[in-house]
C-alpha cells in the first residue's frame, strides 16, 4: 500500500508495487511523481528525509537529504525590517526581512537535498532501474495532468508570486493566468530534466548540465548557490532511527534538528497519563494536549539548532526523566499562566547547563502546508515514510530557466538575526519540523508508517493520531479525520467542530486560543496520511479527506 498527500502520487508507487517492485522503488516513485503535482509543496528544488525500516531484518536507515546553507552565506547576508513599520505575515513576524528576500528569490534559496536523498536510497536498496522509477513523474510532467480545486487554488492565491520570474509564470501562469479546475497543468522542462536524471543519474543535478544552469540563475538573480556548493552536497546516513517508546511501542524518527524530538517529548509526557480513560474529545483531555505542547514548543524553541553549531541536549530532551518533571509543571485543572522553558541539560549525559543567551524576539517558523508526505509498505513488510518540502508555497518562486525546477526557501528557517540560537551560518542546517515515523510493537513488528505537512502542526498532529491509534484503538482513517487542536506555545487553535462547550470549558480553565475551521483546500490543520499493518496483515490507509490525498494497493 502507498499512501501520499496527492493521490496520482500514491498511484504512481503502487505501480512499481505492482511491477515487482519494493518499498523503496515505491518510494522514489512516489518522490519525484509528488514534486510534479503538488508543486506548492516540494520537488527537485527541496529537501526531503525518510525512515526506512527492514521487517526482515529489523534495522533500521534514515537518510536525511536536509537542504543546508550555501558556504557563501553570512549571518547578516539579510537586511531586517522594524517590524513595527513593516509587519510581516506567516513565518517567524517578530523578525521580518526586507523585501522579504529571505522567502522570495534567489537569496532565499539553500542548497538542495531531497534528490540526494532518495537516489542514494534508491541506489542502495531499490531492485528497479531508476528510469523505471521516474517514468511515472516523466510522464504527469510532460503529458501534464488534471488541475484539481485545492491546486487551482493555490495557485490563485499565489499568482503575484508566481508572475514575479518569467520562467515561473511560463510554467504555472500559462497564458497569464492561473489554471482552473480540470485544466492540464504541463511542464515540460521538468519533463526533460526528470528524463535526463533517469538517463544520467543524480550526478546531473549536483555536477553535470542541470548544476550549471542552476548556478547561471543563481549568478543571474545574485543568489548564492554555486556548483561547489552542489558538488559538495551529499545527504546523511543514520544507521539507526531517533527512537522512543510509547507504552511499550517503538517509535522511530529522524535524529536532531527535526520534529522528532518535539514529537517524543510530548509522547513522554503524555504516557505518564492515562489517555484511554477519558472520552475523546473531554475539554481535560484537550487541555491536556494543549499545555504539553505549549511545553514542549517553549522546551524546543529554547535550545534547538544544528549541533554542528551548537551544543545540543538532544537526550536531554528526549529522557523520560526530563518529561516526568515537566509534566509535574503543568497544572490538570488550568493553563499555567506564564509558562517557561525547562532546562533539560542535567537530563543530558553531556551534564551542562541551558545557554545564557536565549532568542528573545525570534520563532521557528512554521508554514500551513507547503509540505508534502507519503508512507509505503511492501509485501515484506519493508516500510518507508518520508516528509518532503520546498519550505513555502511554491519555495523560492524561482524557476531555473530550461529545467522546469523550482527551488526552495529554506533560507527562510533561519534566524535572520544574527549571534542568536538558529542564526544563519555556512553550510549550516536549518531547524524544520518534519517527523516521517515508523511504529513497531513491542514483539519488533512494524504496526505504522504515518507523517505529514504543516510546519510547528505536523509535530503535534502526528502525536494526536498517534494516541488515537495506540491508545484508543482507532483506525487511521478516523484518527486522521478527527478533529484537532495545536500549541506552539503562545495562542492556541481549537477545531470548531469540537463544539462551543469544549471551547468555553477551555477558555474557562485559563486557554487563550482562536477557533478555526477546516475547509476543503484549506485544511488549517497538519495533512497526515498513514498505514497500519493489522496483526493478521492487513494494511489500512489513513488520508486527509480536506484535499487531494489518496492511498493506493496492490
Known amino acids: 500500500m502507498v499512501t501520499a498527500n496527492h493521490r496520482l502520487a500514491a498511484e504512481a508507487g503502487a505501480a512499481m508495487l505492482a511491477h515487482g517492485g519494493n518499498a523503496i522503488d515505491a518510494a522514489a516513485a512516489v518522490s519525484f511523481a509528488v514534486g510534479v503535482v503538488e508543486p506548492a509543496m516540494s520537488g527537485l528544488g527541496g529537501r526531503g528525509y525518510l525512515v526506512i525500516h527492514f521487517a526482515g531484518t529489523g534495522r533500521t536507515t534514515v537518510i536525511d537529504g536536509h537542504e543546508r546553507a550555501p558556504m557563501t552565506a553570512t549571518p547578516d547576508m539579510f537586511a531586517v525590517a522594524d517590524t513595527r513599520e513593516h509587519p510581516t505575515p506567516g513565518w517567524g513576524p517578530e523578525v521580518p526581512v526586507v ?17 540526494g ?10 531492485r528497479l532501474p531508476l528510469a523505471a522509477v521516474l517514468e511515472p513523474a516523466i510522464a504527469l510532467a510532460g503529458d501534464g495532468f488534471e488541475v484539481s480545486v485545492a491546486l487551482a487554488a493555490v495557485l490563485a492565491q499565489h499568482r503575484k508570486k508566481l508572475a514575479r520570474y518569467e520562467a515561473t509564470a511560463a510554467v504555472f501562469l500559462p497564458g497569464g493566468a492561473a489554471p482552473a479546475p480540470g485544466e492540464r497543468l504541463v511542464q515540460r522542462d521538468l519533463a526533460r530534466t526528470l528524463r535526463l536524471i533517469a538517463e544520467r ?3 546531473e543535478f549536483y555536477t553535470g548540465g542541470i548544476a550549471a544552469a542552476l548556478e547561471d540563475e543563481m549568478a543571474r538573480g545574485q543568489g548564492l548557490i554555486t556548483r561547489r556548493d552542489l558538488a ?7 544507521d539507526d532511527a531517533l527512537t522512543g517508546t510509547y507504552r511499550g511501542h517503538r517509535i522511530l524518527t529522524v535524529p536532531e534538528a527535526t520534529g522528532g524530538v518535539t514529537l517524543l517529548q510530548i509522547l513522554n509526557m503524555l504516557e505518564t497519563e492515562d489517555i484511554a480513560g477519558f472520552a475523546p474529545f473531554d475539554h481535560r483531555y484537550l487541555h491536556l494536549l494543549l499545555e504539553v505542547f505549549r511545553a514542549a514548543f517553549r522546551d524546543r524553541l529554547a535550545v534547538v539548532d544544528d549541533p554542528a553549531f551548537a551544543r545540543v541536549p538532544y537526550a536531554g530532551l528526549v529522557s523520560k526523566a526530563f518529561a516526568a518533571a515537566r509534566r509535574r509543571a503543568l497544572s490538570a485543572d488550568h493553563a499555567v499562566e506564564r509558562l517557561e522553558p525547562a532546562d533539560p541539560w542535567p ?4 551534564g551542562a547547563t541551558l545557554p545564557a543567551s536565549q532568542p528573545a524576539s525570534w520563532r521557528a517558523p512554521a508554514v500551513e502546508s507547503d509540505t508534502t508526505h507519503f508512507c509505503v509498505v511492501d509485501e515484506d513488510r519493508t516500510v518507508v515514510s518520508m516528509t518532503q518540502s520546498i519550505i513555502d508555497a511554491f519555495g523560492s518562486g524561482v524557476v531555473v530557466p530550461g529545467t522546469g525546477i523550482l527551488l ?9 538575526l544574527p549571534g542568536q540560537l538558529r542564526s544563519i551560518a555556512p553550510w549550516k542546517r536549518s531547524v524544520h519540523n518534519g517527523v516521517p515515523v515508523v511504529v513497531l510493537g513491542d514483539d519488533g513488528r512494524p504496526l505504522a508508517a504515518i507523517g505529514g505537512a504543516g510546519g510547528t502542526k505536523i509535530i503535534t498532529g502526528v502525536a494526536q493520531i498517534l494516541v488515537n491509534v495506540l ?17 506552539e506555545g503562545d495562542a492556541s487553535q481549537v477545531d470548531d467542530h469540537l463544539g462551543r462547550e469544549i471551547a468555553d470549558r477551555l477558555a474557562a480553565m485559563g486557554h487563550v486560543f482562536s477557533v478555526v475551521t477546516p475547509r476543503y483546500a484549506r485544511p488549517v490543520f497538519s495533512r497526515i496520511n498513514a498505514i497500519a499493518i493489522d496483526p493478521d496483515g492487513t494494511l489500512t490507509g489513513g488520508t486527509d479527506p480536506l484535499g487531494d490525498a489518496g492511498a493506493a494497493a496492490v
Open 347 to 350: 537530563f543530558d549525559e553531556a
Open 232 to 238: 559538495a552536497f551529499a545527504p546523511r546516513v543514520w
Open 408 to 416: 526552495n526557501s529554506c533560507m527562510h528557517n533561519f534566524n535572520p
Open 99 to 115: 523585501g522579504q528576500a529571505n522567502i522570495v528569490g534567489h537569496s532565499a534559496v539553500a542548497v538542495p537535498g531531497v534528490l
Open 117 to 126: 536523498a532518495i537516489a542514494l536510497a534508491h541506489g542502495r536498496y531499490g
Open 201 to 203: 543519474g543524480p550526478d
Open 471 to 487: 491508545d484508543r484503538g482507532w483506525d487511521v482513517q478516523a484518527a486522521v479525520e478527527a478533529p484537532r487542536v495545536h500549541n
